[in-house]
């Protein structure tokens, strides 16, 4: 199993959260947000700037730093 950054995923691409590499602060974040291990994203925009990404019907925008963290399995579709 391939984990890649969230930030390593184009627009349209989807992935599952496997883990967040990040420090206790930014996981509880991350955790209250909805970005759970098993949680499915899809990223809208990922250009320049902070990330958009749709997570169970909303969409979030994360920045880059905090994506960065994020392990995520890459999946064909949602």
């Known amino acids: ?30 955790y209250e947000m909805g970005f759970n291990t098993g949680a499915q994203v899809r990223v809208m925009k990922n250009d320049f700037g ?8 909303n969409k979030i925008a994360l920045g880059r730093g905090l994506a960065e963290k994020m392990l995520v399995k890459k999946l064909e579709r949602l």
């Open 50 to 57: 902070p990330l958009i990404v749709a997570l169970e019907g």
């Open 1 to 30: 199993m391939e984990l890649r950054s969230l930030v390593d995923l184009a627009a349209g691409e989807c992935g599952r959260v496997q883990r967040i590499a990040a420090g206790a602060n930014a996981t509880k974040r991350l």
